[in-house]
């Protein structure tokens, strides 16, 4: 079993314009979708498309949410740890006819201490309860907890036996670095942008690099990671694929040529494909190639919907060993 948090759950809500946006004026929305979004909760919608059991979380919900998500066929059962109560933001994307888009993000309720104690609380039951091998904590976190909470969760699950994946940026992914020592994780998976902040290297060096085919520095950047305690880093690399290093070595598996349609929630997917491989008890080599052949099917996906490889999908990812 694998259980999924979505720290700071908001709803999207997509609104088509019949007309360039004008400031200041009436305009008609031809078309609304809302979704039940977070990166948890993308994670979990591809572990469950492929039949692979799965348990969604969310810090926290209200009815808005809750109804969103049964109406969009989010994945059962969605628990929430957090007394509903906590409104649910609303990120708003406003697309006009022409193709731009405008956002409008909400702040999110705030959490208090207590409210955080209880989840962290609530987070280690269901984990027990379900016997999850793994946990995935994915996102940003809401306003309210602690830069640390990842770290605090971490520690928390420590007793279960559990594995975690962290997926996070900024504080939270420096705070969950900053203690590696103390508290390891199983999988960390930063894309590049993430990993130059993990390091407190500058990002255009890394992508510089990769754009002239040089993994060098991104293997070392990560394998400097793994050694601080981390078992395994997948350091996603958007069109370039991904790299994997391990205790074992070093692997790197090219993107398929496709068309983007849509790189929204690849690297959920990636993180899910991961997974599957994973328990599917497949080596380092297929591990990244799943990775990498279902963040690419994701990002070839229109919109926020992430797809699902085909068999064919699968085979035409390689990894190969870098060391
Ligand atoms: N332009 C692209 N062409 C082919 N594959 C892509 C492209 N962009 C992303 N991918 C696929 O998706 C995976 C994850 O992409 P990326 O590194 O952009 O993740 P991310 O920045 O973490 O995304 P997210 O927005 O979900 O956090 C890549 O490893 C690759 O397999
Ligand atoms: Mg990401």
Redesign the pocket.
């Known amino acids: 079993m694998i259980i999924t948090l979505t720290a700071n759950p908001c709803i999207d809500r997509t609104l088509r314009l019949d007309s360039e946006l004008r400031r200041g004026q009436f305009q008609r929305a031809t078309e609304v979708t809302d979704e039940a979004a977070g990166?948890g909760m993308?994670v979990a919608t591809v572990l469950r498309d492929a039949d692979e059991p799965v348990v969604a979380v969310v810090a926290f919900a209200d009815p808005a949410y809750l109804n969103v998500g049964i109406a969009t066929g989010a994945v059962e059962p969605l628990v929430t740890l957090v007394r509903p109560g906590l409104r649910v933001r609303t990120n708003i994307t406003l697309t006009e006819p022409d193709g731009t888009t405008t956002k409008i993000n909400e702040p999110g309720p705030r959490l208090d201490a207590d409210e955080v104690a209880l989840a962290t609380d609530g987070l280690v039951h269901i984990v027990r309860q379900h016997k999850a091998e793994w946990v995935v904590l994915s996102g940003s976190l809401p306003p309210g907890a602690p830069v640390d909470w990842y770290v605090q969760i971490v520690r928390a699950l420590r007793p279960t036996g559990c594995q975690t994946v962290v997926?996070a940026s900024e504080q939270a992914l420096s705070a969950v670095v900053d203690a590696l020592a103390s508290t390891p994780v199983g999988l960390l998976?930063?894309?590049?942008?993430?990993l130059a902040q993990a390091l407190g290297v500058a990002a255009s060096d890394l992508q510089d690099a990769v754009d002239r085919g040089e993994l060098d520095t991104v293997v070392a950047g990560a394998r400097s990671l793994q050694e601080r305690g981390v078992a395994e880093v997948l350091?996603?690399?958007?069109?370039?694929?991904?790299v994997l290093v391990t205790g074992e070595g070093a692997w790197h598996?090219e993107?398929?040529?496709?068309r983007?349609l849509s790189?929204?929630?690849?690297?959920?997917?990636?993180v899910a494909g991961y997974l599957l491989a994973t328990r599917r008890g497949l080596g380092p080599a297929e591990r990244l190639a799943y990775?990498?052949?279902?963040?690419?099917v994701?990002?070839?996906t229109p919109r926020s919907a992430l797809g699902k490889p085909s068999s064919d999908d699968l085979r035409a990812?390689q990894a190969r060993r870098l060391d």
């Open positions: 990166k993308n997926d998976k930063p894309n590049l942008d993430e350091v996603t690399l958007g069109g370039a694929g991904a598996a993107a398929p040529n496709i983007v790189t929204v929630g690849a690297g959920d997917a990636a990775a990498v052949a279902y963040g690419s994701a990002a070839a990812v």
